[in-house]
Each structure stands twice: as C-alpha cells, then as structure tokens.
C-alpha cells in the first residue's frame, strides 16, 4: 500500500526516511530532451510559433488558465491557446498547480528547490510564500527525487519562463495529491487569499481523458458515433461543468463518469478558490484537442483542454 514519502513520512513499505534533500536546490529540467527540446532557442521559436498561431492577444484581467501537460509534440498547440492570454507586467508571482502522477499523498507538496530551472530561463520560486503556506501545517515538502520525477509541473515551465522573462516573476509550484472533498475545500480555503490578490496569476496543469486499454479506461455510449466523438463528448460535459464554477458538480461528474482527467484536483482547488472569490470568475475553455483520433478499442489517445479564467480587478492589497 503507499504511503506519503517526503518531510518524514513513510515510504511504500510503511518505513519511516529522513528527507535527504537540502532546502535551496535548483530543480533541473530532467524532461528537456525527450517530453521536449533542451535547446533553448529552438524551444523558444517553438513556443513564440504557437502562441503567435492562437490568434490571442495577452488580457490582464485573465488570472488562471488550465493548459495540458503532455509532450509538447503532443499538447504544445492546445497549451499555446491559454497561455497566450497571460499578461507578464501585470503579474507578480505565479502559482503553479499539478497533479502527482508518481508519488501518492492525500495532501499537497511544496519543494525544497528555490529555483525552477528551464532551457528557456529559470524561474525564480518565492520561499517567502513557500513558507507562508509550510507555516500552515497543512502541506508535506518534497526533495529533489519526487521533485523532478513529475512532469505536471515542469511541463508548464517552459512556457511561464518564455513569456516572463523580461519581468521580475516569481514562482510557487505545489504538487496537489489524491485529495478527498474536505481536503479540496481546505487547501482552497488556504489559497483563497492568493487567488483574490490580482498581482497573482494561477496556471492549473491537467490532461483531460485518457482512453485505451493501456489506461484501463474504455467507456463507449455509441450514441455520439465514432469512439473519438463519444471521449469528446465526455470531456466537453465535464468541461462544461468547470465553467459554472461549481466544484461539487465537476467532482460528481468525475465520480459518475469515472473519467480519468488526471488534474481532476488541481482544478477541484481552482474551483474551490473561485467559489470563495468575492467577484465570481468566469471560466471559459478556449481550445480541445486529442493525441488521436480512436475508431476501434484497439485505439487510445489522451485528450488536451485549455481554458481561461477571466476575475475582475481586486482592490485588495497585494499579498507580501
């Protein structure tokens, strides 16, 4: 059975580890060269090619985005669409919000790093807020190992440090775990002062659903036609229901459905969050792609969604 590993938790076998990770490491960019290219002016014309083909012009009042996070060749395109709508002057720090696909925990995480390295430029992570939240007692920490074994977070890296680096942008990345309703509404509570402060700008890391065998995942209501129609129909209801705002209804959906959208948790606390947001947001989910177009149950493919998330200006002072 696992268990939490990390800030002296137990491992798999149920054995208590002391964290052998020192605080202030820079997390390398262990994905560049193979989920993406390690050569940074390559990755940066790739990157300016696909935000210049959104068609988007960069809003200021667009505080969130959900964007994919598979390999570029893969989910580059579809990420482009929400990105491109981030204005770098207007923001202060970023919050980046990703899923744990290797390490199991019912919490969320914070690293140890100080800095979020990229081929691009490295990002910056603010430890000030980072141990705002460690203060908090609610979250575990994390060393270099879990750190850099995930990709949710890294693969949005990229594309934060391409369009900031020119501003003085800092970064507070946090690995969200298998999370219970409570828990969702708790961690949501806690960032809920972060997301009202309009310096702030959220970028949540999810793919939506990944159908094929080889991810035990393979509903088909024929009623929509081809298998690719009936997965585009499942996602676009979920999709739907993000953008009411309501977490209790995504969260149902993905309970009745079972559909596998790995970043199901990041976006429950965005949607926690704007819940408890003085002005209520609007969602809006602005281009969906798939890896493939599946015909028969031999097929698979992973679907890719990116949205925006528009809140009216605050007037309530900057968090420090």
């Known amino acids: ?48 090619a696909w935000l210049a083909a959104s068609g ?24 482009a669409y929400a990105f491109a709508h981030l204005h770098a ?32 430029a490295p990002l910056p992570i603010d430890t000030q807020v980072i141990s705002e939240l460690r203060a908090t007692g609610e979250f575990e920490e994390m060393g270099r190992h879990v750190d850099e074994a995930e990709h949710s977070l890294e693969m949005h890296a990229p594309f934060l440090a391409h369009l900031c680096k020119d501003h003085n942008v800092l970064l507070v990345p946090i690995m969200v775990g298998s999370l219970d309703a409570a828990a969702e509404a708790r961690y949501g509570g806690i960032l809920s002062r972060y997301f009202s402060d309009s310096s702030n700008f959220f970028s949540i890391s999810s793919d939506f659903c990944h159908w094929g065998s080889r991810f035990r995942f393979t509903p088909y209501d024929k009623a929509h036609g081809p298998i690719h129609k009936a997965i585009e129909a499942m996602d676009r209801e979920g999709m739907a229901l993000i953008e009411t705002g ?14 596998t959208v790995c970043g199901r948790h990041p976006i429950g606390l965005l949607l926690q969050m704007a819940e408890l947001s003085p002005s209520p947001p609007s969602i809006r989910f602005v281009q969906y792609e798939q890896s493939s177009h599946c015909h028969s149950m031999r097929d698979s493919s992973v679907s890719y969604a990116s949205a925006v998330v528009t809140l009216a200006p605050s007037t309530r002072a900057p968090s420090t």
């Open 1 to 48: 059975m696992w268990a939490a590993v990390g800030g002296g938790t137990k491992t798999r076998a149920g054995s208590k580890i002391k964290e052998s990770t020192p605080p202030g490491y820079t997390r390398h960019a262990s994905h560049a060269g193979s989920w993406y290219t390690d050569d940074a002016e390559d990755l940066g014309e790739e990157i300016e």
């Open 56 to 79: 988007v012009t960069p809003d200021a009042a667009v505080r969130a985005v959900i964007a994919p996070h598979a390999g570029y060749r893969y989910s580059g395109r579809c990420a």
């Open 246 to 259: 309501k977490a209790k209804a995504f969260r149902d959906y993905i309970e009745r459905t079972g559909n």
């Open 89 to 120: 002057p207007s923001i202060r720090r970023i919050f980046l919000l990703g899923p744990s696909h290797h390490h199991y925990t019912r919490k969320c995480v914070l690293p140890r790093a100080t800095s979020f390295h990229t081929p691009v």
